[in-house]
Structure formats: structure tokens, C-alpha cells
């Protein structure tokens, strides 16, 4: 399923965060989103998944506008992995992946055997069926949000949403993430997921998106738009890419900045 | 919750057999029989009257008020995502209060004033829903909270100048008397009136069981699953305001109910709201029950409910939060 998202100004009532933004992720196609703080990235996402209304412009699935979309279609369609919050009821790890089929089900219904199932199943995929009967609130950072990755999948999107999924997760939970990330665009899912690791981009996205101050700075490959000059320009410091070596082969790029001199461009 | 319906309809035996009248459980038993059977009995008419008159219903009562009183803190715990919220929260039980209150003021009887104590109940929710609505650019729940809050400091001054006003001789001890809250003098007729109601507003809130659930995430997250929150919030506050008013205008207010039964619930059954409605309900009935049945037979005089539930509910709490490992957060 294709998403285009064309022209879309986005913000809050009174309060213009950005404008004129269009990109497009092709199903089994993962889209990194770069860019500083407050650059307005959470905000797109929230107006790509119609949490927000749009100020102009457009989100369309396959060609057609979403908006008018009912919610249940929506959540049908959209898959939203939000930073993991401690907040809430001490539901158990299955009962939070089962809310991932709320839209799947009538509104007076409770999930069905099928459902649970689905929900089995993504806990399985994520590799955490062994926390299932855990309470969510006592479960580790890292844990909640495999957890929050397994309740989207259980919600069978065709976009996957994620907003900084590997945010104050320690290293080897970042790299699970990514794992994931990785598995599910090749389940056929069209991924955007936004980061400030410009590494991650290098590992797993097949496409970039720069975001700074509510505009696209710049659209492409990882190798096209990650340069020394951009993430100067952006961020203000000094970097450079290297080359090295994966551990299973194969070559990929990291971005080493330079603590010793602030950068003018 | 077999269990703690089990020990329900033991209490029930309890409070029909204990107080001033004692009935014993054999003449008890004797007496259901020959009302089913339609046989007469051989007892005193004596406790024919103190069983189906006096006890009966207040004893009905009190279930199904300690039972409607849970389930409506038992949502709105989960809409507003805090397990320290009760149903007055946004100001039914404040609106209710003034409207009883201005209905004794004005010399009205018994059923106009509890009309109009179920109507300003209502009125005040809306008044909160609306003021919230008007106040869109901040977080839709805090606006309730804040506006619940304005609105119920509102009617408490309401309900201030109404005392002072009020003949102090006739008026404000029966005002006082309201205000502590009460099930005695509880009538079949004002339990038939509450009943519908009651069943209006339970309806529909185990009917979207799941969807509650969902609720208690944060409002984008219940969104992005599927859930249109705010149609939501509408039915689920209409839901428990159209409950609570109707009990609190026949009995008046009795706080801690719903506070504390459905956290204690939550504590036994875990947070699912479709294991943790029904067992609220069973222990706000049951609760509210021991505490009746207890304030009438405890002392020469009646113990009002609404002061007791807190002399009672304070401990058990306390105990519960003690020995419990299922907690909030």
C-alpha cells in the first residue's frame, strides 16, 4: 500500500510548526526521518496518522485522500508506535497487544480467539512471548516498547508509524528494534520511523528525509543525503562519514563527529 | 467473584435478620417461601411488615446504590486514566446536592425535590462537558477536571448561601440531614424510579468493556487503535452521570464508594473492564450494604452512611493497599 503525503503544512491551532512536505513510502519500504529537536517530525507524523488535522495539503493511501477516514479505518490502515510512556493501568503485556485488534473488532465486541491469536502471534514475531502474563508498568523501558511494536503489528497496518522507537533504549535493544524494523518491511509494510541516530538510517532505511524547521532540507537514499555538509548545516556540528566493515560483512557508513571545533556554515 | 458473591448473599441474609426487629434466619427462610409459594405464613404480621416494607427495600437499596456508585467510579477511573477519581468528579453529586438542597429551601415534597436534585445533577455535568467543549486548545481531560472543579465550587457556594438562608429551625437540619446522605425512609416507589436509570447508564458501559480498556491510554494512542475518544467520553460520562445522579437524588450524598471500590477491585481482578465492572459492582453493593446495616444496628441512633463509609473504607484501604502486590503503577 502506497502512502503519498503532498504538500501538508502541519501544526496546531494558531501555532504553524511546517509546510510544504511530500514524500512517498512504497510498501516494504522503510523511510528514516531526520532532524533536530523541535523540528516539527512528531508533528508530521501526528498529522499523517489524522491525529491532527492537516492545515493544507494532502495524505493519501493507494491514491486516495484519508481524509474523512473513520477512525477504525484509520487504525486499520495506520500502525502508530508512540515513544513508550510509563502511564496507565497495570494491563498485562497480552492485554496491550490485544488493544492493537480494537479496531478489527465491532465496537461492542471483545476480542474473539482469533484475535488473541493475532496477538499471540506478534508476540512471538517480536520475540517477547515469555512476558505475555507480565504486567506492563513492571516490565523494562526496552521491553515496553518491543511491546508497543508488537500491539501495531497485532493491529495489521499497511503503514507502520514510528516516532523515535529507539529512544533511551540501551544499545542492544536498539539494535533489536531495528531488527524488527528491518523483518517488517519485508513483511511488505511501508515504514517511517523518525530517529537522531544518523547510523540507524545507514543500517536499515532505504530512503531519507531531512527535516528542519518544518521543511524538507532534503529526500533520498541514505548515502545522497547524509553528508558532512547537511548534518553541519543542520545540527551545527562537525562530522565525518567513514566507511567500515559490518560484523556480518558487508559495508555500511557511520557519521563521527569532532568535539573540537564548532562548525559555521 | 464467586466468592465475593457467596459472601454478598450472606450479608444479605445478615441485614434482613439484624436490627431493631430482629428476624431470625429460619423465620426469614419461612417467610420467602410462603411469599413465593403465595401460602400464608404463620409469623406475625408484625414481620411480614418489618421484612417487605422497612428492611426490604433498604436493604435493595443499598445494593443497588453501592453497586451503581462503583460502576460509575469504576469508568470514569479509567476515562480519566487515574485511579483516584470518583463519579463526582465532575460535579453530579454538587449539582445534585444544590438541587435537593434549593428543594427543601423552597418547601417542596418529597418527589419534587428529588427531581430536582437528579436534574441539577445532570444540568451540572452538562454545564462541565460544555465548558470543557467551549475550552478546546488545551488537553481535553484536564479541561473537564479543571471545569468539574469551577462548576462544583460553584454549587458548594450555591449550596452555602441556600443554608444560610434557610429557617434554621425546620429547613436546615433537614438540609444537613441530605447532605450526610441517607437510606432510610427508602421507599419501593423511589427504588423503581432509580432502577431504569441505573440500568441506562450500566448498559452501555459493559457493552464497550473493551473499548474502555483502550480508553485508559492516552488519547492519541486510543485514537491511533481505532477509538473515537471523544464520542467516547460523551457516552461514558452521560453513562455514569445518568447513574449517579439517580441514586444520589433518593439517597443523597454518599462519598467514598466510588472511590474506593473500584481501586479495591482493581487491586483483586486487575485492571479489565470486563472483569472489573462486575466485580466493583459486587463489592459497592455489598459494601455500601455492611455499612448500612452496621449504622443502623451499631447504636441507639443512626449512623449516617455517608460518614461511616469513610470511617470504614479509610482502613480497609489502607489494609488493602498494604497487603496487595497489584497496584497502579
Known sequence: ?????????????????????????????????????????????????????????????????????GRPRLARTFGYVPQAQLTGFPFTVRDVVLMGRTAHIGP?????????????????????????????????????????????????PRVLVMDEPTASLDFGNQVRVLIQVETLAHRGIAIIFSTHD??????????????????????????????????????GVSVAIAQVEGPAGGRTRVCVPSLARPVAY | MLIAAAL??????VSFSVGRFPVGPTALVRLLAAKATGAPSDLPPAVETVVFRIRGPRVLAALAIGAALAAAG????????NPLVSPDILGVSAGAAFGAVLGIYLSLNVIAIQALAFAVGLAAVAAVYLVSAFLR??????????????????????????????????????????????????????????????????????????????????????????????????????????MTAAVVSVSGVIGWIGLLV?????????????????????????????????????????????VLTAFVGVPVFVWLLAVSRRGWQ
Open chain 2, 137 to 242: 486548545r488545551h488537553d481535553p481531560l484536564l479541561t473537564l477536571v479543571l471545569a468539574g472543579v469551577l462548576i462544583g465550587t460553584l454549587l458548594g457556594s450555591c449550596v452555602s448561601l441556600v443554608k444560610y438562608l434557610a429557617d434554621p429551625y425546620n429547613q436546615l437540619p433537614a438540609i444537613t440531614f441530605w447532605l450526610l446522605g441517607s437510606l432510610s425512609g427508602l421507599t419501593v416507589r423511589d427504588l423503581l424510579a432509580t432502577l431504569p436509570a441505573v440500568a441506562a447508564g450500566l448498559v452501555p458501559l459493559y457493552l464497550l468493556r473493551w473499548r474502555m480498556n483502550v480508553m485508559t491510554l492516552p488519547d492519541e494512542e486510543a485514537r491511533a487503535l481505532g477509538v473515537d475518544t471523544g464520542r467516547m467520553r460523551l457516552i461514558v460520562i452521560a453513562a455514569a452521570t445518568l
Open chain 2, 8 to 13: 454478598l448473599v450472606a450479608l444479605t441474609f
Open chain 2, 262 to 306: 473500584p481501586h479495591a477491585a482493581r487491586l483483586l481482578v486487575g485492571p479489565d473492564f470486563g472483569r472489573l465492572l462486575p466485580t466493583a459492582m459486587l463489592l459497592g453493593g455489598g459494601y455500601l450494604l455492611a455499612v448500612d446495616t452496621l449504622g443502623r444496628t451499631m447504636a441507639a441512633i443512626e449512623v449516617p452512611p455517608g
Open chain 1, 1 to 69: 500500500m502506497r502512502l503519498a503525503v503532498e504538500d501538508l503544512a502541519f501544526g496546531y491551532p494558531g501555532k504553524p510548526v511546517g509546510e510544504g512536505v511530500s514524500f512517498t513510502v512504497e510498501p516494504g519500504e522503510v523511510l528514516c526521518l531526520l532532524g533536530p529537536n523541535g523540528g516539527g517530525k512528531t508533528t508530521l507524523f501526528k498529522t499523517v496518522l489524522s491525529l491532527l488535522a492537516p492545515r493544507a495539503g494532502t495524505v493519501r493511501v493507494d491514491g486516495e485522500s484519508v481524509a474523512g477516514w
Open chain 1, 108 to 156: 461492542f465486541a471483545v476480542p474473539a480467539r482469533a484475535d488473541r491469536e493475532a496477538a499471540d502471534a506478534a508476540l512471538a514475531t517480536l520475540g517477547i512471548a515469555h512476558l505475555a502474563e507480565r504486567e506492563y508498568t513492571q516490565i523494562s523501558g526496552g521491553e515496553r516498547q518491543l511491546s508497543l511494536i508488537a500491539r501495531a503489528l497485532a493491529q495489521e
Open chain 1, 198 to 235: 544518523p547510523d540507524q538510517a545507514f543500517l536499515c532505511a532505504h530512503r531519507v528525509a531531512l527535516l528542519s524547521q518544518g521543511r524538507l532540507v532534503a529526500l533520498g537514499t541514505p548515502e545522497a543525503v547524509i553528508t558532512p555538509e547537511r548534518l553541519g548545516a543542520i545540527y
Open chain 2, 74 to 81: 469504576a469508568a470514569y477511573q479509567g476515562l480519566f486514566r
